[in-house]
C-alpha cells in the first residue's frame, strides 16, 4: 500500500513545479518586452500629441501621433560609412517636400512643434503675393509650389521671405497659413533638431490613418 504522506508530498512538488514554470513564463515574457518593445518605443517610433491649430485642418489639437524617427536618419548613418545609396526607398530616406515632422524648437528645444517640409537644404524659398517659389537645380527658373493636396485653393501663404538654406537646414509651415509660428518667423529648423516624420494618426480613432 503507498504511504498517503508520500503522495502529498509528490503533489506538492508537483505545485510547485507547475507555479515555478509560471513564473519563468512570466518572467521571459517581461524580458523580451525589455528587449524589444522598449527600444522600438524609444528610438524607432515616439508618440506626440497635437496642441494648438498651426496646422489645422489636416491635424487638430488633441490629435494622437506616432512619429518615425529612425527612417530618414538612417540615410545619414549610412552615408557617414560609406553607403549614400543603401536606403533610398520606403521609410528609410531623406525628408520630401510635403513631410509633416516633429522637431524642437530652434529658439527653445525643450519645446516640440509640428509643421511640414515647404523647402528643402541647398534651396532658395521665395514668398512674395502670397504665393511660394522653389529654386534648387532642377528649377532655375523658379518652380511655383502646387499645395492643392493638404491646402485648399483659397489658402494665402502671407509673408515676404527671401532665404537660401544651408545644407542641414529646412523650411518649414504649418498648414494653418495665417496662424502658424513657423520658419516665416524664426526661419529654417537645423537637421539635427529634427525628431521624425510624422507616420500615422492613431487618435481619434475616426480619423486613424497611415500617412
Known sequence: MENPKNNNEF???EAYYGVGSFLWEVIKVFFWALVIIIPIRIFLFQPFFVQGASMVPNFEDGDYL????????????FKDVGGPHIFTVGS???????????FRYPRDPKQF??????GLPGEQVRIENGRIMIFNPESTQGLS????TYLSSDVQTNGSINITLTEDQ???MGDNRPFSNDSRSWGPVPKEDIVGKVLLRAWPLNK????
Open 11 to 13: 503533489d506538492n512538488e
Open 66 to 77: 506616432i512619429v518615425n524617427e529612425l527612417g530618414y536618419k538612417i540615410t545619414d548613418l
Open 92 to 102: 528609410f530616406r531623406d525628408l520630401q517636400r510635403g513631410d509633416v515632422v516633429v
Open 113 to 118: 512643434f509640428i509643421k511640414r517640409v515647404i
Open 145 to 148: 509650389l502646387d499645395e492643392h
Open 170 to 172: 529646412y523650411f518649414v
Open 208 to 211: 486613424a490613418e497611415i500617412l
